[in-house]
Each structure stands twice: as structure tokens, then as C-alpha cells.
């Protein structure tokens, strides 16, 4: 079992950033591929991002590539995702996500195995 607590979300003018944070417990973090996703009001929850258990590979949705970086300290048991030129379109709730699959990387939601809270994340124009 994994434990996921995403923080660091909150009210930021468009232009502006923030990073997001989820920290994990239980059972080995540096087992475990993870990815962020998001869902806005009305809207499919949709991939984000996604890191390699190592850290070594990253991937990303075409609509936040440039802008947003996901990172992690297997030390720290935490991934980050740092979101810069934040955009109205970007509101939503930010969930992160653990995965043993190989598949993270798709963003299929099936594939990951535990999920976080959630942590909203608004951008006002």
C-alpha cells in the first residue's frame, strides 16, 4: 500500500507558478513510476506528467510541455511538479499517482495503482 498526499496548490494570477508537491509513505517510493494528472470541473481527469522511477525519464502532456517540470527526491520520498506560465485553462484539481507498470508513461489512469487527495490549483486572468 502507498500513500499519497499532493500539496502546494492554491490562487495564482495567470503568468505565475507554482509547485506542487506528494509526498508518499509505505511501502518503497523508488519502486514506483509517478505521474500527475488533472481534473477540471466537468472535464475527464487527464494526464499531465509522468517520471521513470529513477527520475531518469519525464513525459509530458503537449499542453503543458515547456511550461511544467516533474522531478522527484527518492530520498525525500516526494515528487514535485513545478508549473510556470500558468494559464486559466490550467485550473483544475491536481492528483498525483503511483505506478509498477511499465505503461505510466501513456498516461492510461488505468495503469496507475494508488492516487492521491487531490490539491486545487486555480488561475485567475
Known amino acids: 500500500q502507498v500513500q499519497l498526499v499532493e500539496s502546494g496548490g492554491g490562487l495564482v494570477q495567470a503568468g505565475g507558478s507554482l509547485r506542487l508537491s506528494c509526498a508518499a509513505s509505505?511501502?518503497?517510493?523508488?519502486?514506483?513510476?509517478m505521474g500527475w494528472f488533472r481534473q477540471a470541473p466537468g472535464k475527464e481527469r487527464e494526464f499531465v506528467a509522468a517520471?521513470?522511477?529513477?527520475?531518469?525519464?519525464?513525459y509530458y502532456a503537449d499542453s503543458v510541455k515547456g511550461r511544467f517540470t516533474i522531478s522527484r527526491d527518492n530520498a525525500k520520498n516526494t515528487v514535485y511538479l513545478q508549473m510556470n506560465g500558468l494559464k486559466p485553462e490550467d485550473t483544475a484539481v491536481y492528483y498525483c499517482?503511483?505506478?509498477?507498470?511499465?505503461?505510466?508513461?501513456?498516461?492510461?489512469?488505468?495503469?496507475?495503482?494508488?492516487w492521491g487527495q487531490g490539491t486545487q490549483v486555480t488561475v485567475s486572468s
Open positions: 499517482a503511483a505506478a509498477s507498470n511499465s505503461r505510466y508513461y501513456t498516461g492510461d489512469r488505468a495503469v496507475y495503482d494508488y
Open positions: 509505505g511501502r518503497t517510493f523508488s519502486s514506483y513510476h
Open positions: 517520471i521513470h522511477r529513477s527520475g531518469s525519464f519525464v
